[in-house]
């Protein structure tokens, strides 16, 4: 059976709005926010209110005063102060996606990079630029460059709401920095708002620092290098994009234009107020194309076609629905991803990368394909040098995120690539005849196993989280989890021995794991079976009553 990937809020119902089209009353108010971001000085003694790097970069809102003006030209001042311990002394390729943040926040950064007469590769047409693109350049410029070498900025809060902002930073190797990197950003950037940190005046010389890139034209040129673009044409499919009024958007139409791939587009042009959107499952607004919920309309209408792929705004995430089968999960989809990467291309004595909470089934086909297996906390960061020293042809994380090399095994990205992602789900039906979902119901056959994967989300306070984070083998005072004995406890990762931020608990028959969200405040549940999907609800329910146990322990 198909896994289903489903969002549940608090594992018992979902927002009644869920689903349905955004009404008129929650787009957010545009100006406000502009004046917010401009006018808004950080309290820097509230820890709300003070950057801080999370999973992905500095998120938050200017109407609360997480993400303004300041904390924008604080971050970026202070990766221009240490961007050379870090390696990079040549330009900042600089992206930024659809958020209405995002755009206002680009402007600052270029602002600051003018100022500081760092050189900035700008769009050429003066597009969008998505994640994967900035990691991508940035690794074309390095390549066979042993100084003056080039690092990336990208604004975006990836899937988050409308109102809100982000920017993260990644280095040299074109992917996300590593936690010894963002500390140093985030202490230096704080350090800055401490003593007075104000935005330089409007750089005059703006334009002087500024590199024309072609972002788009050489990122989808080489897209033959990681995907069999031929086949996909040959094979004539009939292909629904759900842009998202994302970043990538323009990136698909040049992408079906250069490879003749017959394709029909939706949401393609640019609403900062995303006004097109359907409520998540908890009746929020999020850009999270790999919920049923966000993607209802297209599940809906989309069954004429023989997939509908779509990304987040940045690009970085996948959405697939395989036409009348339904929406593929995420677990799903890249265990589906992995397999016949591994059967179909030349990737021997290389490995497969996984958070700790994605899929045991992606152990289960590396075991089938002899690779080895890098586990790894949850954070694109962990997979960036694992790609880019080629340990791994394949790096996914159950949030709809992955990557993976190309076809001659050498790096493609060291960051999130939701295009080629949905690129591969075309190529998976292309050269198979079957849809992702069927393959990765194959798959499951001929391993003899599925699993069955559940998700909750539940509203936290900031030191819930920090008490969730903490939690380790002592805090957990059962020896059974619902009618099966605990095996394992885990608490740091397999490889490197690195801390989770969380807990994972695990059975013969499956496990749970929690953790603190690194952008919202919220932890997040999860739960595998390998038995049915009534008991990974069953485990889920069962695992919320023993963390709570857990945390009210702990205080």
Known sequence: MPERDERIVESVSVHPLAGQRVRACDYPDLEQIKKAYNETIPCIDEPAQRVSFGTSGHRGKAMD?????????????????????????????????????????????LNVLAYNQIAACTDCEGDFVPTPSVSRAVLRYNENRSEKRGDGIIITPSHNPPDCGGIKYNPVSGGPADSTITKAVEREANRLLETGYTLPEAETRQGESRIPYDYKGLYVEELSQVIDMESIARADLHILVNALGGSGMNYWHAVCEKYHINADFIND??????????????????????????????IKDGRSYDLVLANDPDYDRFGVVCGPEGMIGANAFL???????????????????????????????????????????????????????????????????????????????TDKDGIIMCLLAAEIKAVTGLSPLSYYEKVCKQLSRATYTKRCDTAVS????????????????????????????????????????????????????????????????????????????????????????????KK
């Not at 097109?276 to 966000?294: E, N, W």
């Open 335 to 413: 265990t589906a991803c992995a397999h016949y990467l591994g059967t179909h291309r030349d990737f021997a004595k290389t490995g497969i990368g996984k958070t700790v909470v994605t899929t045991e089934l992606l152990k289960v086909v590396a075991e089938e394909l002899r690779a080895d297996v890098y586990e790894v906390p949850v954070g694109f960061k962990y997979f960036a040098d694992l790609l880019y020293e080629k340990k791994v042809f394949f790096a996914g994380e159950e949030s709809a995120g992955a990557s993976f090399t190309k076809r001659d095994g050498s790096v493609w990205t």
């Open 462 to 553: 900031k030191e819930e989280k920090i008490r969730i984070a903490a939690l380790d083998k002592s805090d957990i005072g059962a020896d059974k989890l619902g009618n099966a004995t605990i095996t394992d406890i885990e608490t740091r990762s397999a490889y490197e021995n690195l801390s989770i931020g969380g807990i994972k608990i695990s059975t013969a028959d499956g496990w749970i794991a929690a953790r603190p969200s690194g952008t919202e405040d919220l932890y997040k549940l999860y739960s595998e079976s390998y038995r049915s999907d009534e008991e990974a609800e069953s485990l889920l329910q069962e695992g919320k009553v023993l963390i709570d146990e857990a945390l009210r322990d």
């Open 269 to 298: 042009s640019y609403d900062p107020r995303f006004t097109f959107m359907t409520y998540d499952a908890d009746g929020k607004v999020r850009m999270d194309c790999s919920s049923p919920y966000v993607m209802a309309g297209v």
């Open 65 to 109: 005063g997480s993400f303004t003006a300041l904390h924008v030209g604080a971050v970026v001042q202070a990766i221009c102060n240490l961007r050379q311990s870090f390696g990079a002394a040549g330009p900042v390729f600089v992206g930024a996606d659809t958020h209405y943040l995002s755009q206002l926040a680009y402007q600052t950064t």
